[in-house]
């Protein structure tokens, strides 16, 4: 984790991002996530529920994945940096699933005015078997060295 | 056995509703991710920081649920049940960070209702947008979301 924020200057475009190796999923996580989300599905905790609704048992929630695709923007450049992100959910994370999460710079705008510089990443979450289970993109700003 | 959603759905806008972000819910949201940033958990971080308090996460505006507005709400209205749903995309624009203790206001619509199959089989998408503005009525948070429904 980062506390200090990047300069605008100090990212160039193919920069990659630190990558954010989360703790494997277990189901506690999915009922922590469950209650501070308010997305009770029981897809999500219920196996015998999720096998029926023809899943083959429960998975994470998509928002659980797009949290930690949040966190490994805001690790690398700043928590309060984030203008928009935005992702698709490729495939379902599974019980024990390591997901890790990376990114890449893709484009920069210089600052205009008052409005600080902007920073576009491309941004994915794979499992320990490679697969892209998230992907998606992110605009953050950042200071100006001036 | 295919089922079918309903279409009519589509341009429809739920009750606004209000939110009161308490300050446990956003440490709660925190951890529940695994995100500890004390720019997050720690009040006294929080208020030395240039925002003078601790702040949500990027993608704490999900918690924004009221029962009339909600996933339920849409699921009723397409006809559908839970077993069905997937989430197939989701966007959050931020224009102001969300402090504990402020009261938005959140204003959902389904914007397009569409079918396609892929490779699982038929699928319909649902697509929604939740604007969230404060009492200056100025926009803090857009909120888009993208449900699939397995036909």
């Not at chain 1, 599905?41 to 023809?54: M, S, Y």
């Not at chain 1, 993109?137 to 950042?142: P, Q």
């Not at chain 2, 996933?71 to 224009?95: C, N, P």
């Not at chain 2, 009261?103 to 697509?127: H, N, Q, W």
């Amino acid at each position: 984790m980062r506390y200090a924020k990047h300069y605008w200057e100090d990212l160039a475009v193919d920069a990659a991002m630190p990558p954010l190796v989360k703790p494997p999923i277990q189901q506690i996580q999915l009922t922590r996530y469950a209650g501070a989300s308010g997305d009770f599905n029981p897809i999500h905790q219920d196996d015998a529920f999720a096998k029926a609704a023809g899943m083959g048992g429960v998975f994470a929630h998509g928002m659980l994945s797009m949290g930690f695709v949040a966190q490994s923007v805001t690790n690398w450049l700043g928590v309060g940096c984030v203008r928009r992100i935005s992702v698709r959910f490729a495939a379902l994370v599974r019980l024990g699933d390591v997901i890790t999460c990376r990114g890449r710079v893709t484009a920069k705008r210089p600052p205009q005015g008052r409005e600080d510089g902007q920073v576009d990443l491309d941004l994915w979450a794979e499992n320990q078997k490679g697969e892209k289970v998230v992907t998606g993109r992110a605009t953050v700003t950042l200071p100006s060295r001036g | 056995m295919a089922i079918t959603v309903n279409k009519d759905v589509k341009g429809k806008e739920y009750p606004p509703f209000a939110v009161t972000v308490e300050r446990g819910k956003i440490k709660e949201f925190a951890r529940a991710i695994g995100d500890c940033s004390p720019f997050y958990l720690d009040d006294a971080v929080g208020r030395a920081s240039e925002w003078g308090d601790i702040i949500a996460p990027p993608t704490f505006a999900i918690t924004f649920r009221d029962e009339n507005a909600d996933t339920g709400a849409v699921l009723k209205d397409l006809g559908v049940d839970i077993s069905r749903i997937l989430h197939g995309e989701q966007e959050f624009e931020s224009y102001k960070p969300i402090r504990p203790g402020e009261t938005y206001l959140c204003r959902s619509r389904i914007t397009d209702v569409y079918e396609k199959t892929g490779r699982s089989g038929p699928m319909a998408f649902v697509v929604r947008e939740m604007a969230v503005t404060d009492a200056d009525n100025e926009i803090v948070s857009m909120v888009r979301h993208i449900t699939v429904v397995r036909l």
